[in-house]
């Protein structure tokens, strides 16, 4: 569909959950590039809250300490699908937000309810603002955030899969240590008491280990349509 014909097409919130390596971002900028609609990635923003706070010396073993921090950084997202971009008190932090650094510590820091709820608040007033729909990715946004996203879809993998996927994008780094990372950080993220990895119970789940990034924005692109055509 060409953006001109989504724009007369109704606004449709969509909410993309999953671990990490089932294709979340590529699959979500795809969608919301080709149907018209903004994007958020989620997991940047946590991302950005860890990068302010490992550089200002927060001890990220006191949870007291992270909450009593939560609202100091100022976190400004883009939610332009080709130019995603992410800032955190006016510096341009896409890049160092990636780090090992920062991905070794972002669960323990988005574990804290004061950072969830902070973060929350952000993701559901860009949601809101969002005048054609969105396509909002993370690890509860259909539970949590946008519970009553138009439509919720779930992704998953198998962990090699993930591992191969992941590790390519680390641009070499050993499968097997990013297997065990990504299986440590689902173990983490599942398990935290606000607002876990979850898929809602009104979710379709789509299992992309055997299918090319091509396939599952396919998919993605029909649901949405199918969703769309119902409003």
Same mark, same amino acid.
């Given at each position: 569909?060409?953006?001109?014909?989504?724009?007369?097409?109704?606004?449709?919130?969509?909410?993309?959950?999953?671990?990490?390596?089932?294709?979340?971002?590529?699959?979500?900028?795809?969608?919301?590039?080709?149907?018209?609609?903004?994007?958020?990635?989620?997991?940047?923003?946590?991302?950005?809250?860890?990068?302010?706070?490992?550089?200002?010396?927060?001890?990220?073993?006191?949870?007291?300490?992270?909450?009593?921090?939560?609202?100091?950084?100022?976190?400004?997202?883009?939610?332009?699908?080709?130019?995603?971009?992410?800032?955190?008190?006016?510096?341009?932090?896409?890049?160092?937000?990636?780090?090992?650094?920062?991905?070794?510590?972002?669960?323990?820091?988005?574990?804290?309810?004061?950072?969830?709820?902070?973060?929350?608040?952000?993701?559901?007033?860009?949601?809101?603002?969002?005048?054609?729909?969105?396509?909002?990715?993370?690890?509860?946004?259909?539970?949590?955030? @946008?519970?009553? #996203? &138009?439509?919720?879809?779930?992704?998953? +993998?198998?962990?090699?899969?993930? /591992? =191969?996927?992941? %590790?390519?994008? @680390?641009?070499? #780094? &050993?499968?097997?240590?990013?297997?065990? +990372?990504?299986?440590?950080?689902? /173990? =983490?993220?599942? %398990?935290?008491?606000?607002?876990?990895?979850?898929?809602?119970?009104?979710?379709?789940?789509?299992?992309?280990?055997?299918?090319?990034?091509?396939?599952?924005?396919?998919?993605?692109?029909?649901?949405?349509?199918?969703?769309?055509?119902?409003?």
């Amino acid at each position: 569909m060409e953006n001109g014909a989504a724009r007369t097409a109704p606004a449709v919130i969509v909410a993309i959950d999953g671990p990490s390596g089932t294709g979340k971002s590529s699959t979500s900028k795809a969608v919301a590039s080709q149907l018209g609609l903004s994007y958020l990635d989620t997991g940047a923003q946590y991302r950005a809250i860890t990068w302010w706070m490992v550089n200002n010396g927060i001890d990220l073993t006191d949870p007291t300490a992270i909450a009593d921090s939560a609202g100091k950084a100022e976190i400004v997202s883009g939610t332009d699908p080709a130019n995603p971009t992410i800032s955190v008190d006016g510096v341009d932090v896409a890049g160092p937000i990636r780090t090992q650094e920062v991905t070794s510590k972002v669960s323990a820091v988005s574990a804290v309810p004061e950072v969830r709820a902070r973060i929350t608040e952000l993701q559901r007033s860009l949601a809101a603002e969002a005048e054609h729909g969105i396509v909002v990715e993370g690890r509860d946004i259909g539970t949590t955030v @946008l519970p009553d #996203a &138009d439509l919720k879809i779930f992704l998953t +993998a198998s962990p090699e899969a993930r /591992a =191969a996927r992941r %590790s390519g994008e @680390l641009k070499g #780094a &050993d499968v097997q240590a990013t297997r065990e +990372a990504l299986l440590k950080r689902d /173990a =983490a993220d599942s %398990s935290r008491k606000t607002s876990p990895l979850a898929k809602a119970d009104d979710a379709v789940e789509v299992d992309t280990s055997d299918l090319t990034l091509q396939q599952v924005i396919e998919c993605v692109v029909t649901l949405v349509g199918e969703k769309r055509a119902a409003k």
